[in-house]
C-alpha cells in the first residue's frame, strides 16, 4: 500500500473539511431516494436530499464522513448535510434528545447503558445500528530509532496498564529481535473524551488478556496510567511530540500525525495495519442485532494469519421509523450513497476500509428499509 498517498489523501481530507458546525432547523429532511437494494452499484444514482440532515458522533469517522459529505453534495447541490466530530457518547446524546437526525457512534447502542430503550423513545419506533464504515485502530508511537515494531496482545495491555515501562523492556525486546530499543519512558496517551475508539479497544484488551487489562470496555478511559488528550486529533498530536509516547487512534489520525505503527503478531505472525487485514476481521464478525439492528460482534482473539483484529466498525444510528417522512428521506439519501460502492471503494484515502461485500448489501437493505 502507497502510505504516502493515503498521508497526502488524509491531511488533505482534514484541511478541506466542511463546517461542522450544527446548523439548520430541528426538522431535518431529505427527498425520498430509489427502493432498490438489488447491488451496491445501483444505489448510488439514488435521488437527492433537498433538506439539511443535522448529524453528530465518532471523531473515527469523521474523515470518512467529511469525504462523503463532500461527494454527495458535489452529485446533489440540493442536500446540505452536517456532521459535528463530538466523539461517539456526545453523538449518541445528542440522537436521543433529538437534536440530529443520526448519531455516529464507534460502538452500536448499549443495553447495559439503556440506550437501545432511551434511542427507541425519541424515534417512537426501534433505533437500528447500522456499520458503514471500517476504521482500524492502529497502536501508534514515536520512539526515535524505532521504525519497525511488533506488539503481542498481552504486551499491549501491559503496556496500557502501566506495567510495562520503558521501551527496552525484555518482553519488548524478545519479540523484536535485531531491533535496538533504546531505555526511553513509555508514555500512554489516551482519549479524554467519551470515545467509542476507547470503548472497542479496552474490550479488545479485556477479551484478549483480561489479566492485564482486568475492567469491561468502556466509552472513558479506567487505565490507571497515562495522559487524556481530546479526540483522536489530540492524542494523535501528544504522540507526534512526544518521544517515546504511544497511543490507540483511528488509522487516518496515525497516518495525518505520521506515526510509526505496530505490527500485530496473534499467534501466526506480525500483521500490518491495512485496508485488507482490517476487512478480514470484519468479514469474520458475527451480526448479535436482530433483523435490519446490524450490531456486530468481532473475534478479537482470532489467531487466523493475514487478520489485523484491533478493528471497530463505525455505526450510523438511525431510527427504523421516524416521525417526520421528510427526515426519513433525507436520511435514506445520505446513506445510501455512503453504503454504495461508489463511495465505499474511496474509504482507503482517508484510512479506513471498505465494508465487506456480505455486510455492504445488508446495509444497502436496511437503509431501504427506513421509513
Not at 28 to 50: E, K, L
Not at 68 to 95: E, H, L, P, R
Not at 311 to 330: G, M, W
Amino acid at each position: 500500500m502507497n502510505t504516502k498517498r493515503i498521508g497526502a489523501a488524509a491531511t488533505l481530507a482534514l484541511a478541506g473539511s466542511l463546517s461542522l458546525a450544527a446548523c439548520g432547523s430541528a426538522s431535518n429532511g431529505g427527498s425520498t431516494t430509489s427502493s432498490s437494494s438489488t447491488g451496491a452499484s445501483d444505489t448510488a444514482s439514488s435521488s437527492c436530499g433537498t433538506a439539511p440532515i443535522k448529524s453528530s458522533g465518532s471523531t473515527a469517522q469523521q474523515n470518512a464522513m467529511d469525504q462523503a459529505i463532500a461527494a454527495y453534495t458535489a452529485k446533489c447541490a440540493s442536500a446540505k448535510v452536517t456532521y459535528n466530530g463530538v466523539g461517539s457518547g456526545q453523538g449518541i446524546t445528542d440522537f436521543i434528545g433529538k437534536q440530529t437526525a443520526f448519531a455516529g457512534s464507534d460502538s452500536a447502542l448499549s443495553p447495559d447503558k439503556g440506550e437501545p430503550a432511551k434511542a427507541q423513545a425519541a424515534c417512537g419506533s426501534p433505533a437500528w445500528d447500522l456499520p458503514m464504515v471500517v476504521g482500524p485502530i492502529a497502536v501508534a508511537y514515536n520512539v526515535k530509532g524505532v521504525s519497525k515494531l511488533t506488539l503481542t496482545p498481552d504486551l499491549i495491555a501491559k503496556i496500557f496498564s502501566g506495567k510495562i515501562t520503558k521501551w527496552d523492556d525484555p518482553a519488548i525486546a524478545a519479540r523484536n529481535s535485531g531491533v535496538s530499543l533504546p531505555a526511553t519512558p513509555i508514555s500512554v496517551f489516551f482519549r479524554s473524551d467519551s470515545s467509542g475508539t476507547t470503548d472497542n479497544f479496552t474490550k479488545y484488551m479485556n477479551t484478549v488478556d483480561p489479566t492485564d487489562w482486568p475492567t469491561k470496555h468502556n466509552k472513558s478511559w479506567d487505565g490507571k496510567v497515562g495522559q487524556g488528550k481530546p479526540k483522536s486529533a489530540g492524542v494523535g498530536q501528544a504522540v507526534q511530540a512526544t518521544d517515546g509516547g504511544i497511543t490507540y487512534a483511528e488509522w487516518s489520525y496515525a497516518i495525518v500525525n505520521k506515526l510509526n505503527m505496530a505490527e500485530l503478531d496473534s499467534g501466526a505472525g506480525p500483521v500490518a495495519l491495512t485496508p485488507e487485514t482490517a476487512g478480514k476481521a470484519i468479514a469474520a464478525a458475527t451480526q448479535t442485532g436482530t433483523g435490519n439492528d446490524l450490531s456486530l460482534k468481532l473475534d478479537y482473539k482470532t489467531k487466523a494469519a493475514g487478520v489485523y483484529p484491533i478493528v471497530l466498525a463505525t455505526y450510523e444510528i438511525v431510527c427504523s421509523k421516524y416521525a417526520d417522512p421528510t427526515v426519513a428521506a433525507n436520511v435514506k439519501a445520505f446513506l445510501t450513497y455512503m453504503a454504495s460502492s461508489e463511495f465505499q471503494g474511496t474509504l482507503a484515502s482517508v484510512g479506513s476500509a471498505p465494508l465487506p461485500p456480505a455486510f455492504q448489501t445488508k446495509v444497502q437493505a436496511a437503509i431501504q428499509a427506513i421509513s
